[in-house]
């Protein structure tokens, strides 16, 4: 029933850039927080951004921040993260949450692999 499918993974190289998706259905997106987060092997999970469910408000990592974007669009139910300026480092798998009620409430996607190498 609810799912968070992620899409646009792959391999880039440094200085590149991409344009991961993330679509929603099974909830009221629009009544959910958005986040993106990755993880690496042997690293722990990572919050990477956040978006507001009205889209006002984003924040992000320092690791990323001036790099990284998060939209949203509440009427196709979809959260994006554009990526300029990769770096090796920013290779992990990235996953998206839903969360609501200060996150009682939370729906995790599966993840898609960004690989950042020349």
């Known amino acids: 029933q609810v799912q968070l499918v992620e899409s646009g993974g792959g391999l880039v190289q440094p200085g590149g850039s991409l344009r991961l998706s993330c679509a929603a259905s099974g909830f009221t997106f629009s009544s959910y927080t958005m986040s993106w987060y990755r993880q690496a092997p042997g690293k722990e999970r990572e919050l990477v951004g956040v978006i507001t469910s009205a889209g006002s408000t984003t924040t992000y990592a320092d690791s990323v921040k001036g790099r990284f974007t998060i939209s949203r669009d509440n009427a196709k139910s979809t959260v994006y993260l554009r990526m300029n300026s990769l770096k090796p480092e920013d290779t992990a798998v990235y996953v998206c949450?839903?969360?609501?009620?200060?996150?009682?409430?939370?729906?995790w996607g599966q993840g898609t692999q960004v690989t950042v190498s020349s």
């Open positions: 949450k839903a969360a609501r009620d200060y996150n009682t409430i939370t729906f």
